[in-house]
């Protein structure tokens, strides 16, 4: 697939204005043609993925980010900083326990473990296993954002239709509930849609959140014993979390198609350009200290979620470095995962330095 890059935050951020002409129709569209056999496991499982949300437009998307966004209100966010808090004291307990016997992967003992369960008490959907979760959410992401093989595709496909069998069941059982999928029903939207809406928002309630959780703590740490130790203040780490949304956010370009011919910055594009959006990593060194937030898009298809995920990275941050001073990072460099629009490092080694 070619794609028009499109860098420059101005830009990028005139792009998603404008929604008449630029259309987010392939936000979910696998980046690799999907194989007839991968097709056939989705179709077995019944797998459709109708417009809604994120790859939706007009009125009807405004109806439904209405109604998702009363999920995620400021007040609601602010009142889940105690629990978001007392499960990171948790996870600090468990991993300070570990580090006595060796170093410890942070993304499995720390980053991947708070926001599902904050997910769930905001939505009041139950969670399926972690294991679970982490795998399927995992697979999905590469499945429609990465370049896996016909045969790849086979194994990642049997996890989604794993998934979206889950998925399934969890809307049916919704109904009539005030729960988000139950809202989303009583809204008029169809088994199909909330299982369309809910495949890719339970994926970026929790994994998007915990890849950044992973990028905050790996260059946190990556800091040195003074910088790392600094990000205990409040100010300082809020500052660390949006300088790497601003450099290398886990959601780092995002996809939008020509609705019909027109021009961007004097060139003309034909009805169907396939464009990337650059979210983070090009923004000036000198750049207002809002720009870190084009990491959650920009107007109408802003992440919903963007405060809680900002909330929850800082205060991982803020507790660990409180709490766990003398961590250094362990071991060789770690590994990323780079797919087209997501990236984090896969695992956060630390042990305990001197004290």
Known sequence: MSYLVIGEPATVKEVMRRTADFAPSNALTSVVPLAPATLRILSKARFALPPVLASATGEEHRRVRKAVAGFFTPAKVEAVTPQVRGLTHHRLALTAAALDEGPVDLSLSLARHVPPVIMAELTGQDNPPLADLKAWSQDSLELFWGWPSPERQLELAGSAAEFYGWLRAEVLASRGKDSLFGVLLATGLSTAEVCSLGYFLVIAGQETTSQLINTALYRGIGLGAAGWAALASTE??????????????????????????????????????????????????????????LAFGHGLHRCLGAKLAELETRIVVEEAAAALPELELFGPESQWLRLLSFQTPTSVMATRGQQ
């Open 236 to 293: 300082r780490a809020s500052a660390h979390v949006r300088t790497v949304l601003a450099t290398e956010s886990s959601v780092h370009t995002w996809r939008r198609a020509a609705m019909h011919d027109t021009e961007l910055n004097g060139v003309a594009l034909p009805a169907g350009a396939e464009i990337l959006l650059e979210l983070s990593g090009r923004h000036a060194p000198d750049a207002p200290p809002t720009a870190y937030s």
